[in-house]
């Protein structure tokens, strides 16, 4: 059949159940389990096939059938609950924001991906998840709040392995049109397109937009009529093809992102990006700002100002960065357009690396989102503090504490990823608001009330239901590679409810060492294979497809798991997805995580584990560096850096079997003398990890710590046309063109010892240049293991300086003394950038 085109007849609802087109177009079906058994009870095969949406469902659902559920009452009284939640969930006025933060300036969230649901799979791993959880607690809190992506139509890749474990691709055309997903309209209610000059050629851009509870979410998307194929192609595949296509998506998620957001008249004072690949949306506003009457430098104020930047791993291939000439080619006529230079322009993103032997400066998406942002931080306490440091050489002078980069550690979205079983046994003990309450500590406590008995029962159910849906896709795998019907029967008896099972599944990046736990496979046979308390494992995971290292560690669990003392008691699933990861975190009894320390900058994946009752198994990196105590879960590994990767791995490894064969074995099983029952481990899981690691948790962080200063201070400097950043911007530019002839020089009479709580004179020096001396902070700075304190000197008005500096503690001191530029106004006492020590 020649097809000439597609149409998509939305299905004539019975009137009583007529609401169930508008609910499956908001994803607060993801996350309520009860709204999903409305579709799911239509066609359960239906529902399975088309990755459990909604929308779908009810276009392939027949008239007949949609008719009997329609005088079902059973089936009415579960839809008239659902409805009333829903409806109570969308019109409730009085939630945490007008509460905690009334009046909150709207944020626009920019990232590259999210995960949502596996029905609309434009995500590839942690962190599409984390965006997508951040959107979905936003709407929980009542946040003014946009977020803007891109909707790829081949999404990331489904992933299937072949008869010998190698991870092969396919790319599968989403159907746009049983996507919950409508075509966005502006204010005349026409529909939303923006275009974007990439190079020579100008790109038409259609704009989606999804609704998520509460909020919205605008999606980018090139595969319309007007464009080229090649162009059409630009938002086919997430993380796809090379350097050049990766740019020109750079390009359309910031520029096109903005003007979307201009063209649909939706406010944002605060600007967020999630990672660098968001970067580039600084030049469509200061561009907006220069056309608008500003001089670059004023503008690159203003818009800093109002921006925050979320850095989200130190690993390399994390931070892009691009050889000049090919940013030339796509953003080639932006400085003339920002009235400046090339030189100027790049300076902001230049980070000279170590290419074809020889360093040469590269044009760094991270680098340029720092420096087109006045607040960053990192995802994690441990992850701030590698950030610091990794980014420290943008301030010479500073040590890597001071680096104005904070953190923020990640949460997950409970309710997205708690069982229902589990939600209702937490709903016998916790208020009737708890939902509401999720980052409450104190409510948690009441989890104590649980029973062993109620907690190993529904963690049983749960733990069935994985398996049975570990076997379901284990025999499709065999069936689609041909396997006798010897394997494939033997499918069902692959895993046991009685035996204790670890689940470990990420994305298969090498440094997060997938293959620790086969160091010693004969130690681990005898791990597994114990004749009264066995062991089994689950994994799961993608690895990108330019990453054949990656590949080789799927390969290679899978042949461990084909040989004869593992088969059947080690598996690995095919297709990580939101599915996947929800029946594992779900139904496994404890979560494995071992990356190489100190390169996760968070992980979630473990969370989500412990909100249904699973501890955590873990390197003590990233979030699990925070979360652990003692009593909820188990660590691996030291905390320690190693300057050579095999002596950690064999150490980590050791750790790993030690704590599995002395520790969490006999207390699972139930034979560790003296030990807390392992439900007693499963409450303290629970109730520690669910307040302090929720989503909710985490979103209001970003609120108080950066959403409402931010948008103060962007304020302040915006007002009467950016009076105040054309104030700092003519004042950078003066500081910095005289700083190469400004000096200090420094003395001090240091006893050869001193007693805790003596003071020693300290004397500065300076010749300011022709800078002003009240905008110049001249301090003692005092180390003491590692540990800085500043002590301001003061100025007696003709360029001296002087302090008591007092050594509090008894430890050896560094004191040194230098100078800092500083006016009111600033974000930070660095940003200036400039340090000049005595």
């Given amino acids: 059949m020649n097809i000439i085109g597609k149409v998509t007849v939305l299905p004539q609802l019975p009137e009583e159940i007529a609401r169930l087109s508008e609910l499956a177009y908001n994803l607060y079906w993801s996350w309520t389990p009860r709204a999903q058994e409305l579709y799911q009870a239509l066609d359960y095969p239906t529902w399975e096939r088309f990755h459990q949406n909604p929308v779908r469902t009810l276009l392939e659902v027949p008239r007949a059938r949609l008719d009997e559920v329609a005088a079902d009452p059973a089936y009415l009284a579960r839809y008239a609950a659902v409805m009333a939640d829903f409806d109570a969930y969308m019109g409730k006025r009085d939630t945490w924001a007008t509460q905690k933060a009334p009046g909150m300036n709207p944020v626009a969230y920019f990232s590259m991906e999210y995960a949502f649901h596996e029905s609309l799979p434009i995500y590839s791993g942690g962190l599409g998840v984390l965006a997508g959880d951040h959107c979905k607690s936003a709407s929980d809190l009542g946040l003014p709040f946009t977020a803007v992506g891109m909707l790829f139509h081949q999404g990331y890749f489904r992933q299937l392995f ?402 004869p003392e593992f088969r059947g008691k080690i598996v690995i699933l095919e297709n990580y997805d939101m599915n996947v990861a929800r029946h594992l975190v779900q139904g496994v009894d404890i979560w494995l995580n071992n990356p190489r320390r100190p390169l996760e900058a968070s992980g979630t994946s473990g969370m989500k584990a412990s909100f249904n009752g699973s501890p955590n198994f873990s390197v003590l990196d990233g979030w699990w560096r925070e979360g652990f105590d003692g009593t909820n879960g188990w660590p691996i590994g030291e905390e320690r850096e190693y300057a050579d990767l095999s002596v950690q791995d064999d150490a980590d490894a050791f750790s790993l079997y030690t704590h599995l064969e002395e520790a969490i074995v006999p207390r699972y099983y139930g034979t560790l003398p003296g030990a807390e029952s392992w439900a007693h481990t499963v409450r303290r899981a629970i109730e520690t990890v669910s307040p302090r690691f929720s989503m909710q948790r985490q979103v209001i962080d970003y609120v108080q710590k950066y959403y409402l200063p931010v948008a103060q201070r962007g304020a302040q400097l915006a007002a009467n046309g950016s009076q105040r950043a054309r104030e700092i911007a003519g004042w950078k530019s003066w500081v910095q063109q005289q700083w190469p002839y400004t000096s200090i020089t420094a003395q001090a009479d240091f006893p050869a010892s001193a007693q805790p709580g003596q003071a020693i004179p300290v004397t500065a020096q300076v010749h300011p240049a022709g800078i002003s001396l009240q905008d110049l902070r001249v301090e003692a700075v005092l180390d003491r293991a590692g540990h800085l304190t500043h002590v301001p000197l003061q100025s007696r008005g003709d360029g001296s300086f002087h302090a008591e500096v007092p050594l509090q503690d008894s430890g050896l001191y560094s004191v040194g003394v230098r100078m800092v530029p500083q006016i009111d106004g600033l974000s930070n006492e660095l940003e200036a950038r400039l340090i000049k020590w005595a």
């Fill in 162 to 563: 072949d008869k010998d474990g190698w991870q092969n691709e396919a790319y599968d055309e989403l159907d746009l049109t049983t996507l919950p997903i409508r075509p966005a309209l502006t204010p005349a209610g026409h529909q939303a397109r923006v275009s974007v000059r990439l190079g020579a050629r100008t790109v038409q851009v259609r704009v989606w937009t999804l609704q998520v509870g509460r909020i919205q979410v605008l999606l980018l998307d090139t595969n319309v009529p007007e464009n080229s194929e090649e162009d059409r192609k630009l938002t086919a595949r997430l993380y796809g093809g090379n350097q050049d296509l990766r740019v020109q998506q750079y390009v359309l998620l910031g520029v096109a992102g903005i003007r979307a957001l201009r063209l649909l008249g939706i406010a944002a004072d605060v600007y967020h990006m999630n990672e660098g690949h968001a970067a580039l949306l600084g030049l469509e506003r200061i561009r907006e700002a220069v056309a608008g009457g500003l001089d670059f430098r004023t503008a690159l104020e203003t818009v800093a100002s109002s921006t925050l930047f979320t850095t989200h791993t130190p690993v390399a291939a994390g931070n892009d960065a691009f050889t000049y000439e090919l940013m030339d080619k796509y953003i080639g006529d932006w400085p003339a357009q920002l009235a400046t230079s090339r030189d100027d322009l790049y300076a902001l993103a230049r980070h000279d690396q170590f290419w074809d032997n020889h360093w040469v400066p590269s044009f760094s998406m991270t680098v340029f989102a720092l420096n087109l942002s006045r607040a960053a931080n990192g995802v994690s306490e441990l992850h701030g503090e590698v950030s610091r440091s990794m980014w420290n050489f943008l301030y010479s002078g500073a040590q890597p504490e001071e680096v104005p980069i904070g953190h923020v550690t990640n949460g997950a979205h409970n309710l997205t990823f708690t069982s229902q079983a589990m939600r209702d046994l937490l709903s016998t003990v916790l208020p009737a608001d708890w939902t509401e309450r999720l980052e409450d500590e104190a409510m948690w406590q009441a989890v104590e009330g649980l029973t062993d008995e109620q907690l190993h029962d529904v963690q049983l159910t749960m733990k069935r239901e994985m398996i049975a849906f570990v076997r379901s896709r284990m025999r499709e795998q065999m069936l689609r590679n041909g396997a006798s019907a010897a394997d494939v029967a033997a499918t069902e008896t692959v895993l046991s409810e009685n035996a204790l099972t670890i689940g470990f599944a990420r994305r298969f990046a090498t440094y997060k060492r997938a293959t620790l736990l086969f160091r010693d496979k004969a130690r681990l046979s005898r791990i597994v294979n114990h004749p009264e308390h066995p062991v089994q494992f689950v994994f799961a995971g993608k690895a990108h497809p330019a990453d054949n290292p990656g590949k080789a560690f799927i390969q290679e669990i899978y042949k461990v798991s084909q040989e």
